[in-house]
């Protein structure tokens, strides 16, 4: 029995490591424009409600598909959840109060 099979292959291979390189490049240049573009625009006003919306925007368009597919109970927890949040809870509890909610309604059923 050869150990052939626990041999690595460590072949250099130049195309990967180029479109590594690329990949990287273009991650930190979008990074960089970010903050060079950010120079020219004012801050306050109409920027400042922007930035801070797109936080949940992003969170909504990642969760509305989710919440189209659950169940009734789940859709329960959700409200919980958003509920206790407009009151002013931690979001941290929020969430756990509104897992709760549905593991309590699962066990209940």
Not at 34 to 46: A, C, D
Not at 56 to 64: D, P, R
């Amino acid at each position: 029995m050869t150990a052939d099979f626990l041999a690595l292959d460590m072949s250099f291979d130049t195309t990967a490591l180029i479109a590594i390189l690329l990949m990287g490049a273009v991650t930190y240049f979008t990074r960089l424009g970010g903050f060079l573009m950010m120079r020219w625009i004012p801050e306050g006003g109409f920027v400042s409600r922007w930035l801070s919306a797109i936080p949940g925007a992003v969170l909504v368009a990642i969760l509305a598909p989710t919440v189209w597919n659950i169940g009734w109970m789940e859709r329960a927890g959700l409200l919980v959840t958003l509920a206790l949040s407009a009151i002013g809870a931690n979001s941290l509890i929020a969430v756990v109060l509104g897992t709760a909610a549905v593991a309590a309604g699962r066990a209940l059923l």
